[in-house]
């Protein structure tokens, strides 16, 4: 389980707060995505960087705001959340459009639980 | 747009029998893959077994089999001889090929118990 690491593993906030999430990947892939994880619902797509270029972002609001520094290490900067908020936050890479699918495979970290008060 | 549907919310299988998970999907394109994902109580998602679409044959991956019904759009996960450590959330999920990036479109989940 070192592939993809996740930091912090729970993190609990107020609504006022300003916390960020971290992610680092180990395998040397050049994409990354974050996913939110509700219950009882499927995983949603947050975000996609592809060679550390934003490729996609699924209307997500404002409040968070991702960032991606390098092709290792990918954050989420979260600010005035609201308690609809509090998720399983999941981080995940691949070695994107590589042609063969056994590579493009998505390896996710631990994940975040992120609760807003 | 694609979507994925998993039907069984929970199931449950003793130790050491058979169990069958089942996923269907829709999509008007004629390539992509499949995959399942396994989720245990508090620990990563790690993939399980995956499909492409042009491929007749069934993959296989030790206890792990799917059964793959391109026609149906049907994409099933049997697990033989069950083990205890195979209790998890098991997600199955549908990828579009190519492109600059590898979005994965998630079914809601089947909840897998496993009895001693």
């Known amino acids: 389980e070192t592939g993809v690491t996740q930091t912090p593993r729970h993190l609990v906030m107020g609504m006022t707060n300003k916390k960020s999430l971290k992610c680092e990947q180990h395998?040397?892939?050049?994409?990354m995505y974050w996913y939110k994880q509700s219950a009882k619902k499927p995983l949603e797509l947050m975000f996609v960087y592809s060679l550390e270029e934003r490729v996609e972002n699924n209307s997500v609001p404002s409040r968070f705001s991702p960032e991606c520094p390098n092709s290792s290490h990918l954050f989420l900067h979260l600010h005035t959340l609201q308690p609809e908020d509090s998720a399983l936050y999941l981080c995940?890479?691949?070695?994107?459009?590589?042609?063969?699918?056994?590579?493009?495979?998505?390896?996710f970290g631990p994940g975040t639980r992120l609760t807003v008060l | 747009a694609q979507t994925v549907t998993q039907s069984q919310p929970e199931m449950s299988v003793q130790e050491a029998e058979t169990v069958t998970l089942s996923c269907t999907y829709d999509t008007s394109e004629s390539d992509y893959y499949l995959f399942w994902y396994k989720q245990p109580p508090s620990r990563q998602m790690i993939l399980v077994i995956r499909q492409e679409a042009y491929k007749q044959q069934n993959a296989t991956e030790n206890r792990f089999s799917v059964n793959f019904q391109k026609a149906a759009k049907s994409f099933s996960l049997k697990i033989s001889d069950s083990q205890l450590g195979d209790a998890a959330m098991y997600f199955c999920a549908y990828r579009s090929p190519g492109g600059a990036t590898n979005k994965l479109i998630f079914g809601t989940g089947t909840l897998l118990a496993v009895q001693p």
């Open positions: 395998l040397g892939h050049n994409a």
């Open positions: 995940a890479s691949s070695q994107a459009s590589s042609g063969e699918v056994a590579k493009d495979t998505q390896y």
